[in-house]
Every structure is written in C-alpha cells, then in structure tokens.
C-alpha cells in the first residue's frame, strides 16, 4: 500500500442509502410525520427482531433509560447502581429521577463492573443495576444476576412492580449492542429492561432515538408498561396525536404532568429502513473487524474481542489498549493519527474525571482501574463505509504512528 497518499478517514458516519431518503419523502407526503403509523410499525419490526412482546420508540436511549427508572417507580431516597466506565447518560438518568448515583469501578483489565465491588455496593435502598453492553459486547448478565440472587433477601419494594420482581431489577444500557447475541439470545432478551439507542453514529440510526423492550414475564402487564411509557412521553396524555384525529375523538385528559420525548414518523421511516438493511451491517462490521484483528496482530495489543462460540457483538467500536503507555501518550498518538487524516476516539472518559460527577463528590482515586482501561485505549473508525483499503490505510497508519512515537521516545 502507498502510505504517502493521505486519505479522509471519519470516525463514524451514518450509512444512509436513497432507500431511507425515499421512505421519509414518503413520510413527509403522506401528511403524518410525528408519532404515528410509522413509528408504530417500528415498535412492532423491533420486538419481532429481538423477540419480545413489545417494543417502545423515543427521541432517545437517555429518555428510554429515564423513564424506565420512572415507571419502576425509582426516585428519591433509592440507589441505583452503574459502571464508573461509561458515558454520562447512563449515570444522568440516575440523578434526573432523584435517585442516589452508586458508581463500581470496572474489574482490572475490563471494561465491566467488578462482580466483588458490586455486590459490596448494594444495599437496602437498592432498586436497580444499569450495565452496559460496551462496543456492543453484552456483559455478563449470569454473574450480575448471581448477585443479584444472592442479595435478594436485602431488597425493599416500594410499589406493585418491583414486587412483582421482588429482587433488584436488572436494566441494560444497550446503547452499543443493537442486534448482539449471547447464548443464542439477542440483546433484549436478557435483561429484565433494555435499552438502544438510534444515534446518529450508531450501527442503526433514525438520527436521533432509542428503543426500550423488556424480557417476556408473566408477572408484567405488557399492555399496561407499553400505554406508562407512552402517557410518560407525551406529557401524561391520554391519547396520542393519531388517536385525537380519528373523527370525533378530540377530547382527552392529562392524566398527570410528564415528559415530551416521543420518536416521530420522520425517524420511524429511517429506522425501518435501516432495520431491513441491518443484517448485511452487521456482517460488513464482522468483516471490517477481523480484517482489523489480523492486521494489528503483530502488535500485540489488547483489543476487545467481539466474536467467540457463545456470542457474538454487534461490532459497535473497535477497542484497542496499547500497555504502558499513559494519557498524554495515548493523546499523542491520537493527535498524529489525525494528522495522516484518520479521526479516532476515545471510549469511555470515566464519569470521576467529569465535572459534573466531581461535583456530585467522585473521584477518581476511589476508580483505579476503571482509569488504567481509560488511559491507553485508543477507538479507531469502525463503520459500513469503510471499505478494504480504507481499514489497510488505518492499520498502517495506526503502526507508523505507534513506531514514530515509539522512536521518538514518546512511548
């Protein structure tokens, strides 16, 4: 390969075809462009993929986790407990329902919460786990449940459903890990709630939204979870937009003061598309992943690994971690990647190194290991419009880099 040649190699673009920009102008003509058919019929195409009753479409994965906590009643006075290692919405929505912020530090040389931390961080007041399904990679659910199990007997409900769990409930922040598997169940499946997001630089995009579905349970009124999701996102109103404009079906009631975060049609339309192409990006992503596993092999890094016998990633992000090296290194080379025209990122800056987390009294002494994943780990571009020699590019890039910082004394 010509490495002189500089290429433009962006982080994460939406792979958006004429198929979806042809299906929102049909959206836009037919009249309908909020909360309507369209986002119904994705509700429906969604729980189908996954496998579950029901499905519920909002303007994001922030507001599915929100009010989520809000319909398992978790507010003041309740903890809730989340990785130090992961972006800040998964903690917000913690703060935003009144809820204590209880954050675990990732075990060492993982980006998972340590099960002995976790369990010595659950108390009485415990209402819910949020973990997170990192670079799509679900997270070992069999453990956090062990514990959860065994911890049983502390646990205080405060309402009618988390009687009907009995035990703290289990929600997955699967922002990353649309379409993953783990013991031949899709994420979804496996946590009692979990949570997708639809962002702009996610493997399925409706530009801005997310998707919350819960496990099948017998203990749980599908239908009534499903209308407390929808009066909570659309201001407590007792029927949509659609239902008001049947004839003569203006009139309706709030039924309480709540929240505006419903997914449109316009978004819906993209989504539907995306999800008839998703499978084919799912296994471009499999490609473009091995093709980086066997490129950056001689380096001898750490990388995560997406694909084994019992699952299998949704290849979100390509996480590498170079060792022994620190922040201001990693920074370096991030800085020179950039320079030969390839944008990378850095996934995640734990929650104690931010403001507003230090601010709450976090610090990131008490998170040791969750800074030593941070420090040196390096995402590189991982999307459905890189082709062959777009990722050959990166790899020589990403070696050059390291052995001129190398050589540099840098490293």
């Known amino acids: 390969m010509n490495t002189n040649i500089k290429k433009n190699i962006p982080f994460s673009p939406p792979d958006i075809s004429n198929e979806e920009i042809n299906e929102v102008i049909k959206t836009l003509n037919s009249g309908w462009i909020t909360t309507g058919p369209k986002t119904k019929e994705f509700e429906q195409r969604i729980a189908e993929y ?41 903690a917000s929505v913690i703060n935003h329902v009144g809820a204590r912020i209880v954050l675990v530090d990732t075990a060492e040389d993982s980006y998972e919460m340590d099960p002995a931390k976790l369990e010595e961080a659950i108390t009485e007041k415990t209402k819910v786990i949020i973990s997170i399904d990192i670079a799509g990679k679900i997270a070992n659910y069999e453990s956090i449940y062990k514990i959860v199990e065994k911890k049983k007997h502390i646990f205080r409900p405060n309402n009618e459903i988390q009687n009907s769990f009995n035990r703290i409930i289990v929600l997955a922040d699967a922002a990353h890990a649309f379409g993953s598997t783990q013991n031949d169940k899709k994420a979804g499946m496996i946590a009692d709630f979990t949570c997708f997001s639809f962002h702009a630089v996610k493997n399925l995009t409706t530009a801005e ?52 975060c419903n997914m449109t049609d316009i978004m819906a339309s993209v989504g539907l598309i995306q999800l008839q192409r998703y499978q084919d990006q799912l296994d471009k992503r499999k490609q473009i992943i091995e093709q980086y596993d066997r490129g950056l092999q001689p380096l001898n890094l750490d990388i995560l690994k997406h694909y084994r016998g019992n699952f299998a990633s949704s290849g979100h992000l390509y996480l590498v971690r170079i060792e022994n090296i620190n922040e201001d290194q990693r920074n370096e080379i991030i800085n020179r990647m950039a320079e030969y025209g390839v944008s990378c990122n850095v996934h995640y800056k734990p929650l104690p190194l931010l403001t507003a987390y230090k ?31 777009d990722v050959e590019y990166v790899i020589s890039m990403f070696k050059k880099v390291i052995k001129e910082v190398s050589t540099a004394n840098i490293i």
């Open 50 to 90: 996954i496998g579950v009753d029901r499905a519920v479409c909002l303007n994001s994965a922030t507001a599915c986790m929100e009010m989520t906590l809000r319909i398992l009643g978790v507010g003041p006075g309740d903890e809730v407990i989340t990785s130090a290692y992961t972006y800040t919405a998964t």
């Open 209 to 260: 939204g997310g998707a919350v579905v819960w496990k099948n349970n017998e203990k749980l009124n599908n239908d009534e979870i499903y209308n407390n999701y929808m009066l909570l996102s659309l201001h407590g109103q007792s029927k949509d937009a659609l239902s008001k404009s049947q004839k003569g079906s203006w009139e309706y009631d709030i039924i309480y003061p709540a929240f505006k």
């Open 359 to 389: 601010n709450l009294g976090f610090k990131i002494e008490d998170y040791p290991n969750a800074y030593k994943q941070y420090q040196n780990v390096i995402t590189l571009p991982l999307h459905t419009l890189l082709s062959k020699e």
